[in-house]
């Protein structure tokens, strides 16, 4: 199984802030997440879960949480550690992994993938997106897109596999 982690991140690596992301909506960002995880099943946390700008895949989702009888909707399955949530998405080609800060934290050893969307801007952030080295992990693409009318800010995608 292909374990893929993806987020939108900023120049000071800030995924969220008060548990939404901080910047402005940037529509061509959602588009892209539909686009690149269309299909696939997703595993997040509970604070990504709880979120807004929550996420989610008609193929299957995972929430990982402490809490004893979490709650969800309907198809979303619970599971208390990233082992057991793997274990849930089942035999699948690949799953995606969409935070938050905790959850990016321990799945980074394990990803075989990243996808970025780079926001060009720094924002204040109560989450961020793990450090990761060049050793580990190369850049495979990048798509630079400047701001526009409906994305108020400049952006980036980019991929990164590991060596």
């Known amino acids: 199984m292909l374990i893929s982690l993806i987020a939108a991140m900023s120049l000071n690596r800030a995924i969220g802030l008060d548990n939404k992301l901080p910047w402005p909506h940037l529509p061509a960002d959602w588009d892209n997440l539909k686009r690149v995880t269309a299909g696939k099943k997703m595993i997040m946390g509970r604070k990504?879960?709880?979120?807004?700008?929550?996420?989610?895949?008609?193929?299957?989702?995972?929430?990982?949480?402490?809490?004893?009888?979490?709650?969800?909707?309907?198809?979303?399955?619970?599971?208390?550690?990233?082992?057991?949530?793997?274990?849930?998405?089942?035999?699948?080609?690949?799953?995606?992994?969409?935070?938050?800060?905790?959850?990016?934290?321990?799945?980074?050893?394990?990803?075989?993938?990243?996808?970025?969307?780079?926001?060009?801007?720094?924002?204040?952030?109560?989450?961020?997106?793990?450090?990761?080295?060049e050793n580990e992990f190369i850049e495979t693409s990048r798509e630079g897109h400047a701001a526009d009318a409906k994305n108020p800010l400049d952006y980036a995608f980019v991929v990164y596999e590991r060596r």
Do not use: M
């Not at 809490?67 to 909707?73: E, G, K, L, R, W």
């Not at 799945?107 to 793990?130: N, Y």
């Open 48 to 133: 990504s879960y709880e979120s807004p700008d929550r996420i989610w895949s008609k193929a299957g989702n995972v929430v990982i949480t402490r809490q004893v009888d979490y709650q969800t909707d309907a198809g979303f399955l619970v599971a208390d550690s990233l082992e057991k949530a793997l274990q849930l998405v089942g035999d699948v080609d690949e799953v995606f992994i969409l935070g938050g800060e905790e959850i990016f934290k321990i799945s980074l050893p394990i990803a075989d993938r990243i996808h970025l969307t780079i926001v060009k801007g720094v924002f204040t952030g109560d989450a961020f997106f793990p450090e990761f080295s």
